[in-house]
């Protein structure tokens, strides 16, 4: 979306007159393309980084400003230093370079030296945002593309189905159960057979650390299911391919079956041309997750739910949770992004999580922690829903395919 052009100029309007496009909310009632637009920021999150000059744009501790790092963003415990810090605030106004002192007293050493090694230019120019992934520091859909499939396993999927494009139409962008259907006929029509996307579906990443949660959550007592915005094709595929069929209970999600021409067919879960789910949260139509967590929750209501989830479908949830629940949201994902611009809307208690390794961890020291302190005859659910995990951290998919384990 270029600065300045007729479409910025219009959701600026409409979205976020006074903000930059980073600090944007969602907005009640969201058009699609907006919604698109605002989701997708988390594209731009993992690349964006500030270049200092000497402004007070830059926040030290939420901004990412530390080159050639993960994160970009500063690693050293706040302890007592206030939240407002910012950037020029480390810089020798008068000798114009970093000011070692100020810096030693806040940072880490490994951290210190990182810091020192940002050129400073003499003529100390305004704060600017760059895109990190470029040398020129301008945005590229090619970097972008880098960045989000840079596992051999995603680049080989593109290259051996390119020729089919049918890689690009399973994970192009989010839509509507229509929409992909109508997807799904295009590619059937150009020759690409069922059995072609069950072998995509097959080759999906999976954190290794995953699988052995699922079952240890299972194992430990935990109803497991799944509510999603993904369809039951492509779920029940992936399950079955991992083995994880018989650990689930439950699955809510868009049905999807294949017809006798061999289509794949995806229907809305909720039937929106006859009437809409009533939901003033930002759900889509054809899904209300948050309906089906209210539903599970009139019927299991002595047990306790630890919800997961990343896309902004998973706010309406996350909402009717209740104190003794738990929510484990994916941090820097847009459900995350929801929850922090007012967490005391959320009741439960929340546990944030960002790659498969520490889903891991905090699931599991969760029910730990519940089976220690339920009697013994009290079940609990984990309504698990999630999306499809990429193998190393931050390293997430795009956000169309929704494919839970
Ligand atoms: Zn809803």
């Not at 990443?205 to 079952?215: F, M, Y």
Request: glycine share 6%; proline share 7%; hydrophobic share 35%.
């Amino acid at each position: 979306m270029e600065r300045g052009s007729l479409i910025e100029q219009v959701l600026k309007g409409k979205y976020y007159p006074s903000k930059s496009f980073m600090e944007a909310d969602l907005g009640t009632s969201p058009s699609y393309t907006w919604r698109g637009i605002w989701e997708a920021r988390w594209v731009l999150r993992r690349g964006m980084r500030w270049r200092v000059g000497n402004d007070e744009k830059i926040r030290v501790w939420d901004d990412p400003w530390i080159p050639n790092t993960q994160t970009l963003r500063v690693l050293s415990p706040r302890g007592n230093v206030s939240s407002d810090l910012e950037v020029c605030d480390l810089i020798d106004p008068v000798k114009k370079c970093w000011d070692p002192t100020v810096i030693a007293g806040v940072f880490f050493p490994f951290e210190q030296q990182r810091i020192l090694n940002i050129p400073l230019s003499n003529r100390l120019p305004e704060d600017k945002l760059c895109w990190d992934l470029e040398k020129s520091g301008v945005y590229s859909v090619r970097s972008a593309y880098r960045a989000l499939f840079d596992d051999d396993w995603k680049m080989n999927e593109v290259a051996a189905t390119s020729s089919l494009g049918i890689w690009k139409k399973i994970w192009a962008v989010r839509v509507l159960p229509r929409t992909k259907d109508t997807l799904m006929k295009e590619m059937h029509e150009k020759g690409v057979t069922i059995y072609d996307i069950v072998e995509v579906l097959k080759r999906t990443p999976i954190h290794p650390q995953i699988v052995p949660a699922i079952k240890a959550a299972h194992d430990a007592g935990c109803e497991l299911r799944i509510v999603s915005d993904a369809n039951t094709f492509f779920i029940e595929t992936i399950l079955d391919h991992l083995g994880l069929s018989d650990y689930f209970s439950e699955i809510n999600t868009n049905p999807g079956y294949v017809d006798e021409e061999g289509r794949l067919r995806i229907l809305p879960h909720h039937d929106f041309t006859k009437s809409p789910h009533g939901c003033c949260n930002p759900c889509p139509p054809n899904m209300c997750k948050g309906l089906v967590i209210k539903r599970l929750l009139c019927e299991h209501g002595n047990k306790k739910f630890i919800y997961l989830g990343d896309g902004i479908g998973d706010y309406c949830p996350s909402l009717r949770l209740r104190e003794s629940d738990y929510l484990m949201p994916r941090k820097d994902f847009p459900v995350w992004d929801l929850i922090s611009n007012n967490p005391k809307l959320i009741k439960s208690k929340i546990h944030e999580w960002t790659d498969g390794a520490e889903f891991e961890r905090v699931l599991l020291s969760l029910i730990q922690a519940i089976i220690t302190n339920a009697d013994a005859n009290q079940f609990f659910n984990l309504d698990c829903k999630f999306e499809s995990l990429p193998i190393s951290s931050h390293d997430a998919m795009p956000q169309a395919l929704r494919v839970p384990i």
